[in-house]
């Protein structure tokens, strides 16, 4: 099928040849230079015509031309095309100018290790924790886009929105976090971000100077250790025990140094899933006031928590003065729903508003207002609650066949909540080693060593069951044992 479009031919015109063969000539470089690949559509004779301000018949004599000569083909009713029946024609090398390197300085920014999907297809993929995409409402996603696009005044939604993010959505969320993670925040304090990552990329750049010392969990996120050493932070480490981060620790470093931040993930500590207990937190935001540094507390996975209770964040204490808090929808709902949201003292999330304008003016306006619509429906605390009695009864599955399997060989303690669990080894093992005999058998984990400062694995490894189904589950599972029975 022709598509209208401007053409790139360069036509000069020159009185040594008609107009018929220099328009053949120049079609005919540009399939040599491969620009015009085999089958491509040519424009109509029509538009080119216009373009090339030629009258139509000399364009149709020249495709005419072509065609004679094997470049072109003619097709009823729908126009000419380069020729199928040419052989393949190598693009034509770069001009010298072109293989020059650059020679420019710039910052080389290291990948990350992939978690989060299969390294090759086919593969039981042991994830960080992800949810199972199968769960997602999207029919609900759906008619709520489909509503927004026809509802009346919906133009204002393509437009430039509020920077700090839809303002219904914010509504939505102060409602939220004062129901269910226990705190106060005005609408206006709230910043909708792409993600969870993004805020936390923010408040690294608006709270970091270059030197200034960074507390992170051990083992903790790779993730964050990388945004605030490329931040410019000094960052070191803090190790945690099964109540959580040790504040004592903590405190002695704090004598030793001025701590800026500190980042905690005290709900179901990442990687090793055990939740921060109540004299700790206390302890942490004691500190926080004390020695006067930020406590970034990240939310990741806050809805799925099946022990007793519900653990408020620390935000809802009397002194969270410092505490900024960090959440998103990515776990609750799907990882492609890039919803996050971040929350902290007023001027610090000015400040952060004002970075987010130069990094990305807004948010993705129709879906913040659609996840707006479906919390303000009921239609998110009820998939929550589906998804906890899904997960609850994997976590439970899991459990089993790891007893099952491993026996002996291994010690864990059921996760009071989220989407993984964390298992440690009787005896260190070669972890590169066994990721080689897992490959194997078609099965990918988490490297381990990522979790640590010094990149180097000990005993422990975090498995993510969410995203995998019960069969998937169980023969995941015996395959790790398997490998593990062969290192």
Not at 386 to 393: E, G, L, Q, T
Not at 429 to 446: G, S
Not at 464 to 479: A, R
Request: glycine share 8%; proline share 4%.
């Amino acid at each position: 099928m022709l598509r209208p479009w401007k053409t790139i031919f360069n036509i000069s015109f020159n009185a040594e040849q008609t107009l018929v063969a220099q328009i053949a000539a120049v079609i005919r470089q540009e399939i040599t230079k491969g620009r015009l690949e085999k089958g491509a559509p040519l424009p109509g004779s029509r538009a080119l015509a216009e373009d090339l301000g030629v009258n139509r018949k000399t364009v149709i004599f020249a495709y005419q031309s072509l065609i004679a000569e094997g470049w072109a083909e003619s097709r009823a009713k729908s126009g000419t095309f380069v020729s199928e029946n040419l052989p393949e024609i190598k693009r034509d090398q770069p001009q010298k100018a072109r293989q020059l390197n650059a020679n420019f300085g710039f910052r080389e920014f290291a990948p990350d290790p992939l978690t989060d999907r299969p390294l090759s297809g086919n593969l039981i993929v042991f994830n960080e924790g992800a949810p199972d995409n199968r769960l997602a409402p999207l029919k609900e996603l759906s008619r709520a886009y489909r509503r927004i696009l026809e509802r009346q005044g919906r133009w204002q939604l393509l437009g430039y929105g509020a920077e700090r993010g839809d303002l219904k959505l914010r509504e939505m969320l102060v409602l939220l976090l004062s129901r269910d993670r226990g705190f106060q925040v005005d609408v206006n304090n709230i910043c909708i971000t792409r993600g969870s990552q993004m805020a936390l990329y923010l408040a690294a750049k608006v709270l970091i100077n270059t030197g200034d010392v960074v507390v992170v969990e051990q083992p903790g996120y790779p993730a964050i250790r990388k945004i605030f050493a490329e931040a410019g932070a000094n960052v070191k480490s803090v190790a945690v025990d099964e109540e959580g981060l040790d504040p004592e620790a903590l405190e002695s470093m704090c004598k030793k140094m001025q701590v800026k931040a500190i980042y905690v993930t005290p709900h179901h500590q990442f990687p090793t899933t055990v939740t921060m207990k109540a004299g700790r937190r206390i302890r942490l935001l004691e500190l926080s006031i004390k020695y006067g540094f930020a406590v970034i507390e990240d939310d990741y996975d806050h809805e799925y928590h099946f022990g007793a209770g519900n653990n408020l964040a620390l935000s809802s204490s009397d002194m969270a003065a410092n505490v900024i808090y960090i959440s998103s929808f990515s776990k609750l709902i799907a990882p492609a729903i890039r919803i996050g949201y971040i929350t902290g003292p007023k001027e610090f999330m000015q400040s952060l508003v004002n970075l987010r304008i130069q990094v990305d003016r807004q948010g993705d306006n129709i879906l913040e207002h659609a996840i707006a619509d479906l919390m303000e429906e009921g239609i998110i605390g009820r998939h929550s609650r589906k998804a906890s009695v899904v997960y609850r009864h994997k976590r439970d599955l899991m459990a089993g066949y790891l007893h099952q399997f491993f026996g002996s060989s291994i010690k864990f303690n059921k996760p009071e909540g989220g989407l993984a669990y964390w298992l440690e080894f009787n005896e260190e093992i070669d972890f590169d080693a066994y990721i080689q005999n897992l490959k194997h058998k078609n099965v990918q984990i988490v490297p381990p060593g990522g979790f640590y400062e010094d990149n180097k694995a000990r005993k422990g490894m975090r498995l993510g069951y969410g995203s995998l189904t019960e069969n998937e589950l169980k023969e995941g599972i015996q395959l790790l044992a398997d490998a593990y029975l062969k290192l």
